[in-house]
């Protein structure tokens, strides 16, 4: 028994993708961005800068307290720089700490706000241009690739998995180059003030370094799943919000509820997983760090016990080892942050490294302006190997002439028309307009000459005037009202509230079916493109809309090379040739039946 829940199921429950395998391609992906970036590589330094002075105004922080203490509370007398503060009251060294203390705050809020704001704006338009570089790109790709790529996932892609990155770019400009700095002064005030204590506060960074790349791998893994299952949610989304009128004409919204959520508790599960993991580190690097600093405890503390050391110097060694962890923790946060941006850097690197687009020959030439033949020659193709669709198809086209191909569904008549729109490559034969075979055609050129109507029109949330320019975006309002005329828009569009600036909602929905169609077929009387193909213009119409959209068709088309693909006999009618395209497997039944094994005869003309 066929489950009726399977179109559902496929929609929210199953778009789960392979999990890719292999190390995150952080480094190549850098490559990838670099163009993007390298605009700002200006005001990222700039953002390093500010963070560097921020750096510098964090070490001197503890000075006005150091001079409150030992200058006006401790009474302690000033030397060199400071020795003009000798001749100064307490309360005056009290009051020049005190306000010292908050200009060195407010510089360095001025400081950390100003790198903030920088390193933002920098990311932000890192993102903006790695977004249109991948759009641009995932324009190109075939549509083999976008088959096989779900919407929702391009989209989590080009979106969080973005800003995953520009987290790191931030990260890099604010963390790295100051918390280094600093560690470098720490430690070198560190290892000059006290080498032994020094060394013995210091054993432990080895270790802390070996777990930190430990945590690092853990965390890019679970981000890994992390960002996986968020593209999954964003697919099974996309698809199930894209059918939401099948959803409730079916009565599925219980359903779909379910599969929504089952998808979005496995995000909710890998998020926290990931969260966990990430959270782990920090008790981990605290008990590492403080384990280092026991250890200074009891060893220096026998030191003191032993005469060889101050008290006063072991609480020193003690505050700048506390100075020192404050970056190696840093440092190891700025580790998560680009085990996350590799997780994501990975997905993004996957789009924008494909390479199955269908792209201009290198010497790919203009289509001419008027095309006397379209001819298909021996053509073979397939969606997926082992699986053909077409099978030595031969059909020719002469200028002016309309051609209707009829056959049963899956017979591949969409198919051939996607082929001459080169929307995929064929396996075998060709495809040629006056003998040039598409594949070496300038596509742009190419897509100018042909204009297509598909089976579903592809309206967009635009005016039915902006979405009938879509077929020749230099289109005046006078020839898009024009076409509208051809096309019998003109019919209703009236009777829309604001006429042809009325906005038809998303995929045209505020139009009935035959509305649609006819939007469509203005579009493509809008274009002075001398091929017309239609797909199945009439499917799914009552009498009286299908016989309005037939005559539309007739004054829309008039003087061009009409392909038209139906089920619809009527059709036939304003055709002047039909063409009957038998599904490929009763080819190779009757082939092998009448032992013909290379009979090529899936086209039968039927010459009226
Ligand atoms: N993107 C795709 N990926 C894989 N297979 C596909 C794809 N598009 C179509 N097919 C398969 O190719 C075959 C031909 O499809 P096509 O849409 O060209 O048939 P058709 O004759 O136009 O059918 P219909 O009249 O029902 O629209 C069908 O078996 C279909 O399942």
């Excluded at 030992?70 to 306000?99: C, F, K, Y």
């Excluded at 099948?246 to 599960?269: D, I, M, T, W, Y």
Aim: proline share 4%.
């Amino acid at each position: 028994m066929v489950s009726t829940e399977a179109p559902l199921e496929r929609a929210g429950g199953s778009i789960r993708r392979p999990r890719a395998t292999g190390r995150p391609h952080l480094p190549q992906a850098l490559a990838i961005a670099a163009p993007a970036a390298r605009p700002h590589l200006a005001a990222l330094a700039g953002t390093g800068a500010l963070a560097l002075l921020g750096a510098g105004a964090t070490l001197i922080l503890p000075w006005p307290l150091a001079l409150a203490v030992d200058h006006a509370i401790g009474r302690r007398q000033s030397t060199g720089l400071l020795a003009w503060m000798n001749d100064l009251s307490p309360e005056t060294v009290l009051v020049l700490a005190g306000v010292a203390l908050v200009l060195i705050t407010t510089l360095s809020g001025l400081l950390a706000f100003g790198s903030t704001a920088l390193g933002e704006r920098s990311a932000e338009g890192i993102g903006a241009r790695l977004r249109q570089t991948m759009f641009e790109h995932t324009m190109d790709l075939s549509l083999r690739w976008h088959d096989r790529m779900p919407h929702g996932e391009l989209l989590s892609r080009m979106t969080s998995d973005i800003t995953r990155m520009l987290d790191a770019v931030i990260a890099v400009a604010t963390i790295l180059l100051p918390e280094t700095v600093i560690l470098v002064v720490v430690l070198v005030v560190l290892t000059a003030f006290d080498p032994r204590l020094a060394l013995i506060g210091l054993a432990v960074v080895p270790l802390l370094a070996l777990l930190a790349e430990r945590q690092r791998r853990r965390v890019r893994a679970a981000q890994q799943d992390a960002r996986e299952e968020a593209g999954n949610l964003f697919a099974a989304t996309g698809d199930l919000l894209r059918n939401v009128r099948a959803v409730q004409a079916f009565g599925r919204s219980e359903k779909a509820r379910k599969l929504f959520g089952r998808s979005n508790e496995r995000v909710r599960k890998a998020e926290v997983r990931a969260a966990i993991v990430s959270a782990r580190w920090s008790p981990i690097a605290e008990i590492v760090l403080a384990l280092g600093s026991g250890l200074v405890l009891i060893i220096g503390g026998g030191y003191v016990l032993h005469g060889s050391l101050s008290t006063g110097d072991l609480l020193v060694v003690l505050a700048y080892l506390g100075e020192l962890y404050s970056p190696v923790r840093s440092l190891t946060r700025l580790s998560s942050i680009l085990a996350k941006a590799g997780a994501s850097a990975r997905r993004v690197q996957e789009v924008l490294s494909a390479s199955d687009a269908v792209v201009d020959a290198p010497r790919a030439r203009p289509v001419p302006e008027r095309i006397q033949e379209v001819r298909f020659d021996g053509v073979g193709f397939s969606y997926e190997q082992g699986h053909p669709v077409l099978r030595d198809f031969d059909l020719c086209l002469s200028a002016g002439e309309t051609v209707c191909l009829l056959g049963p569904s899956g017979a591949g008549k969409s198919t051939i028309l996607h082929l001459l729109l080169r929307l995929y490559d064929v396996d075998a034969g060709a495809v040629r307009l006056d003998g040039l075979d598409v594949r070496d055609c300038e596509r742009h050129s190419l897509r100018q000459r042909i204009a297509f109507v598909p089976q579903d029109p592809w309206l967009f949330d635009a005016s039915v005037a902006e979405n009938i320019a879509f077929g020749a975006l230099e289109a005046t309002r006078d020839e898009v009202e024009e076409a509208g005329r051809l096309a019998l828009v003109d019919e209703f569009v009236h009777d829309l509230p604001q006429g042809y600036d009325t906005p038809l909602g998303e995929d045209g929905v505020r139009l009935s079916g035959g509305q649609r169609r006819r939007v469509a077929l203005a579009r493509a009387a809008v274009s002075q493109a001398p091929i017309v193909l239609l797909d199945e213009p009439t499917a799914s119409l009552d009498p009286v809309s299908s016989a309005t959209v037939v005559q539309a068709i007739r004054t829309a088309t008039l003087r061009r090379t009409v392909l038209i693909v139906t089920h619809d006999e009527n059709l036939a009618a304003i055709a002047d040739r039909v063409v009957h395209l038998s599904k490929l497997d009763d080819v190779t039944d009757h082939a092998k039946k009448g032992g013909e094994q290379n009979a090529a005869y899936q086209a039968t003309d039927l010459v009226r």
